[in-house]
Structure formats: C-alpha cells, structure tokens
C-alpha cells in the first residue's frame, strides 16, 4: 500500500517562503509523475505544480514564479519551495501520483500566510 507523508508546513506571514516535502513509500515512485495540491476552506482541491519522471515541471497560473517543485528519486520524496507567500495561498497541501492519484490521500501540511 502506498503511503504519503507530507511535511514542512506552518505559519508565514505574507512574502516569506515555507518549503514543503512529500515522502512517498510503497510504490515505484521514480517512474510516476507527481503532483502538489492544495485545498482551502470551501474550496474543491486544486492541483498546482507538477513534475515528470524526467524532471520537466507545470504549474498553475495562481503560482508560478512563486512555487518552484523537485524531486529526489533516490529519497522518493518530491519539494515545494514556496516563496512570496500570499494570504490567498492558505490551505492544506498534499502530493499525489499524476494523472491518476492514489486512492489514499496523506494526512497533508497546513500552511498558513497571514497578511
């Protein structure tokens, strides 16, 4: 069974920069695809960074130039370096396998920007 442990959140006030990490065990991770989102309050899950098995990366409009993403093969975990925070970016942030996600979510990490 696959498991997601997502770590590095935490309260930032608006303009500073959090990096986040996503362990991942269980699972070929090298070969997959994999993904940031986020959930705010209210609001449905949004992808917002992607990165390939090779190394190529996409983000959402809402974050680019801001949030940067990478991966570690040899330590099956994939970043976050998050920088010029803004309040808007509150939520809880996960990783998961694109373009199928696993069935089980990790418990995600909170990050907080506060204006």
């Known amino acids: 069974q696959v498991q997601l442990v997502e770590s590095g959140g935490g309260l930032v006030q608006a303009g500073g920069s959090l990096r986040l990490s996503c362990a991942a065990s269980?699972?070929?991770?090298?070969?997959?695809?994999m993904g940031w989102y986020r959930q705010a309050p209210g609001k449905q899950r949004e992808l917002v960074a992607a990165?390939?098995?090779?190394?190529?990366?996409n983000y959402a409009d809402s974050v680019k130039g801001r949030f940067t993403i990478s991966r570690d093969n040899a330590k099956n975990t994939v970043y976050l370096q998050m920088n010029s925070l803004k309040p808007e970016d509150t939520a809880v942030y996960y990783c998961?396998?694109?373009?199928?996600?696993?069935?089980?979510w990790g418990q995600g990490t909170q990050v907080t920007v506060s204006s």
């Open positions: 998961n396998r694109l373009p199928v996600p696993y069935y089980y």
């Open positions: 990165v390939t098995s090779g190394g190529s990366t």
């Open positions: 269980g699972s070929i991770f090298s070969i997959n695809a």
